[in-house]
């Protein structure tokens, strides 16, 4: 429950500071609320007690401990990487810590949907992560695109929700309780409870946007401010990986011989439409929003494992792809609020300008194809190997099809910055140290996570619990 | 730290020296260094497996292992026996070579050899792992590093040429690694742990049905990079595009991890699928023999022609590989070096060829030999080196082969062994064809005439190429010894 204490007196202390401070200083309010998240992830890392709240809807451990530190991380580097937009951008629309209290509270709603031990509290916390990112989405209201993914987002958001619990009132019904080890024990074989199964699946499957569920994802990341857009692709990607995850492993075993079909054929489906879509996108965002659709394609191949190496191989799949992830849109990012440019044809000839930022970039891409030594080549190879050891050759076989698929567009921004020419290439810029130290984060986990074997070992050791 | 693992430290430290550098000047001078340090320990690895062979009879030497990742039993494993210690050398004298070729490169140098240096690495990683995983993360460190050089130091059309080739390479180790995973997931067959380790894996009888599957992956995996027929397409488009020290690099060794993989990895670990499937890849092997030698005929281009050949000359080697027989595998091993000395020397050759008259097309070329006659009297020579005359490195390698191969007494080995001598024919043509029109006759063009002179850095980079061919030519023995001394677990496990 510290995570959750912490945050929340962060975003009261944040509130107080938004009364008692004058217009034109609110911009040292931007300091204040990152250095106050980066104390708040410092303590996350110290050890804290297992236990059960609320007759055991809300429960810890140190699985779950670890990956709400992930996502800690993950939220501190898109933190020091919006600093820039935020001071550049946002500063003169007077609402500066309304950004910080509303990224903070979705927060929290992802610790609780990860920490849920019954089903009312995982559908709090996915509904508390959802609201507030519909406000971030459209955090420049004068923009219409932004207004309009919100709208999307919303729409498809209050729809997946509706859908997933549908699914649970199924659930809930054959399996006769809210509670997830409840559930585990009562739940049995039969029709309604394989429809709650697909209801819940298919809800949850927006959040993640796995194939055919994707539809909001290129529109609301292309809309969206480019720290929003890193937030939906990595945090909530993640956390409701992580959720899914565990509700499929432990709470719906008895159904496993169903959720497999399913995920085989979304794991397909997904690897190949995100794929195939991203070859011929032009602007950045959606071009990550593409590829990120594919990574979660990647992600079911660890989620068919069904035991505990899959769900190792998922959340160290999760950590290496929030860090990958995050150098690429701090790449963008850093771009956008120095230039306002978006698009890939902008990138032409960056690496003679930029040198440092196209490296990270290169970094980035290499680890989200999956190239050595990267860490994005070991998680890969991990999830490879959970699908393999259950003997689905047949999915790592159209993964591996999907790999060299998605190496052709990877290569292409690498193309447009190391191997083409230009006059009017974006000239040299130096961003603010928030950004740099932003990613430098992102590009000491990508190397140190893959190669440094004993935080895998962790993972491994934390598995157990799930 | 141990020598083998020195062989990825050096190239490791040389970056980041690199790193730190300014101008071409320092750059190409710290790489210098550190390929001839890299070479002196290969040297130093060559007597020092002598000594310990002396007194050492394991598969492996010089192994080490530590622990990498742990729960799924991944180990970083390394250990040397005769042929990886023969490619090693090949590829130190390659790549020093490369540096000295490359002696003059303009646009961004530093990135250029970090580059280069990234990608030998991979290489001398690949000759050094036990394991499995440690060896595919190496593989796709020495490859990818291609695109980028082809990419950024190419001419012509070379952003297609290296997206092709990047492609196609990382598909294929796409396949490779299904394979890798169908040993793993197999290699407890006889009631062990589930283990990456080659050495371990060798001891193991995997069960015959998942040798027959998983072994087109491995072996489909590997041999794309030795130009396998019909995956043979990107070599030819990345030789052509490539700059001269990366044609080299790949022609030279890259193209050798295919060989080296298909017999280490694939035949090694899955004997019974390679005897099932070595008639049907055998076919293949021999249409690239022949197929290679025709289109080289037909080329122009210089860089094309050397580029079909190589396909043809590794066609051969997989040939060897299939034809399982120990002489053939003598055979294979000596191919490989050999084609390797003499392809990068080409390719260098081909590179000062077009450095002073700006076209490869062998057409356009004539009298050469009055004008340079330093580099030609040298291209005739590595000619009659790859045509197989006797005192080359070639002969030793092809009759190896042939005399592997006519072992077998059955008429499908007997027209697939005629089919690869025929090979040697056409070569004949092709080579004497350019030296004919290139070297020979009056000059062509009135800019031929006056072409700047050979320099100590280029002279430098093709004696060191042609010792060895020379060498290897001359004293084969020691060599062949030691690769049919390593020969013997591959024995035991396939015939």
Same mark, same amino acid.
């Given at each position: 429950?510290?995570?959750?204490?912490?945050?929340?007196?962060?975003?009261?202390?944040?509130?107080?500071?938004?009364?008692?401070?004058?217009?034109?200083?609110?911009?040292?309010?931007?300091?204040?609320?990152?250095?106050?998240?980066?104390?708040?992830?410092?303590?996350?890392?110290?050890?804290?007690?297992?236990?059960?709240?609320?007759?055991?809807?809300?429960?810890?451990?140190?699985?779950?401990?670890?990956?709400?530190?992930?996502?800690?991380?993950?939220?501190?580097?898109?933190?020091?990487?919006?600093?820039?937009?935020?001071?550049?951008?946002?500063?003169?629309?007077?609402?500066?810590?309304?950004?910080?209290?509303?990224?903070?509270? #979705? *927060?929290? =709603? !992802?610790?609780?949907?990860?920490?849920? /031990?019954?089903? &009312?509290? +995982?559908?709090?916390?996915?509904?508390?992560?959802?609201?507030?990112?519909?406000?971030?989405?459209?955090?420049?209201?004068?923009?219409?695109?932004?207004?309009?993914?919100?709208?999307?987002?919303?729409?498809?958001?209050?729809?997946?929700?509706?859908? #997933? *619990?549908? =699914? !649970?009132?199924?659930?809930?019904?054959? /399996?006769?309780? &809210?509670? +997830?080890?409840?559930?585990?024990?009562?739940?049995?074989?039969?029709?309604?409870?394989?429809?709650?199964?697909?209801?819940?699946?298919?809800?949850?499957?927006?959040?993640?946007?796995?194939?055919?569920?994707?539809?909001?994802?290129?529109?609301?990341?292309?809309?969206?401010?480019?720290?929003?857009?890193?937030?939906?692709?990595?945090?909530?990607?993640?956390?409701?990986?992580?959720?899914?995850?565990?509700?499929?492993?432990?709470?719906?075993?008895?159904?496993?011989?169903?959720?497999?079909?399913?995920?085989?054929?979304?794991?397909?489906?997904?690897?190949?439409?995100?794929?195939?879509?991203?070859?011929?996108?032009?602007?950045?965002?959606?071009?990550?929003?593409?590829?990120?659709?594919?990574?979660?394609?990647?992600?079911?191949?660890?989620?068919?494992?069904?035991?505990?190496?899959?769900?190792?191989?998922?959340?160290?799949?999760?950590?290496?792809?929030?860090?990958?992830?995050?150098?690429?849109?701090?790449?963008?990012?850093?771009?956008?609020?120095?230039?306002?440019?978006?698009?890939?044809?902008?990138?032409?000839?960056?690496?003679?300008?930029?040198?440092?930022?196209?490296?990270?970039?290169?970094?980035?891409?290499?680890?989200?194809?999956?190239?050595?030594?990267?860490?994005?080549?070991?998680?890969?190879?991990?999830?490879?190997?959970?699908?393999?050891?259950?003997?689905?050759?047949?999915?790592?076989?159209?993964?591996?099809?999907?790999?060299?698929?998605?190496?052709?567009?990877?290569?292409?921004?690498?193309?447009?910055?190391?191997?083409?020419?230009?006059?009017?290439?974006?000239?040299?810029?130096?961003?603010?140290?928030?950004?740099?130290?932003?990613?430098?984060?992102?590009?000491?986990?990508?190397?140190?996570?893959?190669?440094?074997?004993?935080?895998?070992?962790?993972?491994?050791?934390?598995?157990?619990?799930? | 730290?141990?020598?083998?693992?020195?062989?990825?430290?050096?190239?490791?430290?040389?970056?980041?020296?690199?790193?730190?550098?300014?101008?071409?000047?320092?750059?190409?001078?710290?790489?210098?260094?550190?390929?001839?340090?890299?070479?002196?320990?290969?040297?130093?690895?060559?007597?020092?497996?002598?000594?310990?062979?002396?007194?050492?009879?394991?598969?492996?030497?010089?192994?080490?292992?530590?622990?990498?990742?742990?729960?799924?039993?991944?180990?970083?494993?390394?250990?040397?026996?005769?042929?990886?210690?023969?490619?090693?050398?090949?590829?130190?004298?390659?790549?020093?070579?490369?540096?000295?070729?490359?002696?003059?490169?303009?646009?961004?140098?530093?990135?250029?050899?970090?580059?280069?240096?990234?990608?030998?690495?991979?290489?001398?990683?690949?000759?050094?792992?036990?394991?499995?995983?440690?060896?595919?993360?190496?593989?796709?460190?020495?490859?990818?590093?291609?695109?980028?050089?082809?990419?950024?130091?190419?001419?012509?059309?070379?952003?297609?040429?290296?997206?092709?080739?990047?492609?196609?390479?990382?598909?294929?180790?796409?396949?490779?690694?299904?394979?890798?995973?169908?040993?793993?997931?197999?290699?407890?067959?006889?009631?062990?742990?589930?283990?990456?380790?080659?050495?371990?894996?060798?001891?193991?009888?995997?069960?015959?049905?998942?040798?027959?599957?998983?072994?087109?992956?491995?072996?489909?995996?590997?041999?794309?990079?030795?130009?396998?027929?019909?995956?043979?397409?990107?070599?030819?488009?990345?030789?052509?595009?490539?700059?001269?020290?990366?044609?080299?690099?790949?022609?030279?060794?890259?193209?050798?991890?295919?060989?080296?993989?298909?017999?280490?990895?694939?035949?090694?670990?899955?004997?019974?699928?390679?005897?099932?499937?070595?008639?049907?890849?055998?076919?293949?092997?021999?249409?690239?023999?022949?197929?290679?030698?025709?289109?080289?005929?037909?080329?122009?281009?210089?860089?094309?022609?050397?580029?079909?050949?190589?396909?043809?000359?590794?066609?051969?080697?997989?040939?060897?590989?299939?034809?399982?027989?120990?002489?053939?595998?003598?055979?294979?091993?000596?191919?490989?070096?050999?084609?390797?000395?003499?392809?990068?020397?080409?390719?260098?050759?081909?590179?000062?060829?077009?450095?002073?008259?700006?076209?490869?097309?062998?057409?356009?070329?004539?009298?050469?030999?009055?004008?340079?006659?330093?580099?030609?009297?040298?291209?005739?020579?590595?000619?009659?080196?790859?045509?197989?005359?006797?005192?080359?490195?070639?002969?030793?390698?092809?009759?190896?082969?042939?005399?592997?191969?006519?072992?077998?007494?059955?008429?499908?080995?007997?027209?697939?062994?005629?089919?690869?001598?025929?090979?040697?024919?056409?070569?004949?043509?092709?080579?004497?064809?350019?030296?004919?029109?290139?070297?020979?006759?009056?000059?062509?063009?009135?800019?031929?005439?006056?072409?700047?002179?050979?320099?100590?850095?280029?002279?430098?980079?093709?004696?060191?190429?042609?010792?060895?061919?020379?060498?290897?030519?001359?004293?084969?023995?020691?060599?062949?010894?030691?690769?049919?001394?390593?020969?013997?677990?591959?024995?035991?496990?396939?015939?």
């Amino acid at each position: 429950m510290r995570h959750e204490i912490i945050l929340l007196v962060l975003i009261l202390i944040l509130l107080v500071f938004e009364i008692f401070t004058k217009t034109e200083q609110k911009k040292s309010l931007i300091y204040l609320a990152l250095g106050l998240f980066a104390i708040h992830t410092i303590t996350g890392f110290f050890q804290t007690t297992d236990g059960q709240l609320f007759g055991g809807s809300f429960r810890t451990n140190p699985l779950i401990h670890f990956f709400k530190n992930v996502l800690n991380v993950g939220v501190l580097i898109i933190l020091l990487q919006s600093t820039d937009w935020l001071r550049d951008k946002v500063a003169h629309l007077n609402k500066i810590p309304e950004f910080f209290i509303l990224l903070f509270s #979705s *927060l929290i =709603g !992802m610790y609780f949907m990860i920490s849920s /031990g019954d089903f &009312l509290m +995982f559908y709090i916390g996915l509904e508390l992560s959802t609201l507030p990112l519909v406000a971030l989405v459209a955090y420049n209201s004068a923009d219409i695109k932004g207004t309009e993914a919100a709208v999307k987002l919303i729409m498809t958001a209050a729809l997946a929700s509706a859908i #997933s *619990l549908f =699914g !649970m009132t199924m659930l809930y019904a054959t /399996g006769g309780s &809210l509670f +997830f080890n409840m559930i585990s024990y009562q739940l049995q074989v039969s029709p309604l409870a394989i429809m709650g199964l697909v209801f819940f699946f298919s809800g949850v499957a927006f959040k993640i946007s796995l194939a055919p569920f994707h539809f909001w994802t290129a529109d609301v990341y292309e809309g969206a401010p480019i720290g929003i857009t890193s937030y939906l692709s990595v945090i909530s990607k993640g956390a409701a990986i992580f959720i899914l995850t565990t509700i499929l492993f432990k709470v719906l075993p008895v159904l496993s011989d169903y959720w497999k079909y399913i995920v085989w054929g979304v794991a397909v489906l997904t690897m190949f439409i995100g794929n195939l879509f991203a070859l011929r996108q032009q602007n950045m965002k959606r071009f990550l929003a593409f590829s990120s659709i594919a990574q979660a394609g990647f992600i079911l191949m660890g989620v068919i494992n069904g035991d505990a190496f899959g769900a190792t191989s998922i959340i160290y799949f999760v950590m290496i792809y929030i860090f990958s992830n995050l150098g690429a849109f701090g790449v963008v990012q850093a771009i956008s609020s120095a230039t306002g440019k978006e698009n890939m044809d902008d990138y032409v000839g960056l690496y003679r300008t930029n040198p440092k930022l196209s490296l990270v970039m290169l970094m980035a891409l290499f680890s989200l194809a999956g190239i050595p030594p990267v860490a994005g080549f070991f998680g890969k190879f991990f999830l490879y190997t959970a699908a393999a050891e259950k003997g689905y050759y047949l999915l790592v076989f159209l993964a591996v099809v999907n790999v060299t698929i998605s190496l052709y567009y990877y290569l292409l921004p690498v193309r447009a910055m190391f191997l083409r020419k230009s006059d009017d290439a974006i000239p040299y810029f130096k961003s603010n140290w928030p950004m740099r130290l932003g990613l430098l984060l992102a590009v000491a986990g990508i190397f140190v996570i893959g190669l440094y074997s004993p935080i895998y070992n962790y993972i491994v050791e934390l598995s157990k619990l799930l | 730290m141990d020598i083998l693992t020195l062989l990825v430290v050096v190239p490791v430290l040389t970056v980041i020296a690199l790193l730190f550098t300014k101008d071409l000047k320092q750059s190409r001078f710290i790489t210098m260094i550190g390929s001839i340090v890299q070479l002196g320990m290969a040297i130093n690895l060559l007597f020092a497996y002598f000594r310990e062979r002396a007194v050492n009879a394991s598969i492996m030497l010089f192994t080490r292992d530590l622990t990498w990742f742990e729960s799924l039993n991944i180990h970083y494993s390394i250990g040397v026996d005769g042929i990886s210690v023969a490619l090693i050398i090949l590829t130190s004298v390659v790549v020093l070579a490369g540096v000295f070729i490359s002696w003059k490169i303009d646009d961004l140098p530093k990135e250029f050899f970090v580059t280069l240096v990234i990608l030998s690495a991979g290489v001398y990683g690949v000759f050094i792992s036990v394991d499995l995983f440690t060896l595919f993360v190496f593989y796709e460190i020495a490859v990818i590093p291609m695109y980028l050089l082809i990419g950024i130091w190419g001419s012509g059309p070379r952003e297609y040429a290296a997206m092709k080739l990047t492609l196609m390479l990382m598909g294929a180790s796409a396949l490779l690694l299904i394979g890798i995973l169908g040993i793993y997931f197999n290699s407890n067959a006889d009631g062990g742990a589930l283990t990456f380790n080659i050495l371990e894996i060798g001891k193991v009888n995997i069960p015959i049905e998942a040798q027959k599957l998983f072994f087109p992956f491995t072996f489909i995996g590997f041999a794309v990079i030795g130009a396998f027929f019909p995956f043979h397409t990107w070599s030819p488009d990345g030789h052509a595009s490539a700059p001269t020290a990366v044609s080299m690099l790949h022609a030279g060794v890259l193209m050798k991890l295919g060989g080296y993989g298909v017999f280490r990895v694939a035949m090694f670990l899955l004997p019974e699928g390679a005897k099932h499937w070595s008639n049907f890849f055998l076919v293949l092997a021999v249409i690239g023999v022949v197929y290679g030698a025709f289109a080289a005929i037909k080329q122009t281009d210089l860089k094309y022609i050397n580029a079909y050949s190589s396909v043809s000359h590794l066609g051969m080697v997989l040939v060897a590989l299939l034809m399982m027989n120990k002489t053939a595998w003598n055979g294979a091993i000596l191919q490989s070096l050999s084609h390797g000395f003499m392809t990068a020397l080409f390719f260098a050759l081909i590179g000062m060829i077009y450095g002073r008259t700006h076209t490869r097309d062998a057409t356009k070329m004539g009298g050469l030999l009055k004008t340079l006659p330093f580099i030609s009297m040298i291209y005739v020579i590595a000619g009659l080196a790859s045509l197989g005359l006797p005192g080359m490195s070639g002969f030793v390698a092809e009759m190896n082969i042939f005399a592997g191969a006519f072992q077998h007494p059955d008429l499908f080995h007997r027209i697939i062994s005629i089919l690869t001598v025929s090979a040697i024919v056409v070569t004949a043509v092709y080579i004497l064809r350019v030296v004919g029109m290139m070297l020979m006759g009056p000059i062509t063009d009135s800019h031929f005439e006056h072409l700047p002179k050979d320099t100590w850095y280029e002279r430098a980079g093709i004696y060191l190429l042609m010792i060895p061919i020379v060498g290897i030519g001359m004293l084969p023995l020691w060599l062949s010894n030691m690769i049919m001394s390593s020969l013997d677990p591959f024995i035991q496990r396939l015939l």
